[in-house]
Nanobody, 122 residues
């Protein structure tokens, strides 16, 4: 597994959690970091992405509550989740897209983490 996600858990509605995602392999450059989630019986959906220039994109359902950030040097992304709701309950997956390899030419990659469970109780 190239990405290690952590920070999930059980929290009451209105609470907060911070997810982290770190690369465990060498990465030359990250072009995009993202978080996705999959609730039981539903398809995986985008939560938030951040690109190399710092531009962000959020699902309408999390705007104003979640904040994505990334550390290019450490190849790590974060998802700060505030004012959590029961409908945020899902397995959260992190994703990174970019280029890898210590030699030339560089090779593109699209890595996924295993997922971390977030459960919000009402």
């Amino acid at each position: 597994v190239q990405l290690q996600a952590s920070g999930g858990g059980l929290v009451q509605a209105g609470g907060s959690l911070r997810l982290s995602c770190a690369a465990s392999v060498y990465i030359f450059r990250v072009d995009e970091m993202g978080w996705y989630r999959q609730a039981p019986g539903k398809q995986r959906e985008l939560v938030a992405t951040i690109r190399g220039g710092g531009s962000t994109n959020y699902a309408d359902s999390v705007k104003g509550r979640f904040t994505i950030s990334g550390d290019d040097a450490e190849k790590t992304s974060y998802l700060q989740m505030n004012t959590l709701k029961p409908e945020d309950t899902a397995v959260y997956y992190c994703n990174m897209i970019g280029e890898r390899g210590r030699g030339w030419p560089k090779l593109p990659f699209n890595y996924w983490g295993r997922g971390t469970q977030v459960t919000v109780s009402s």
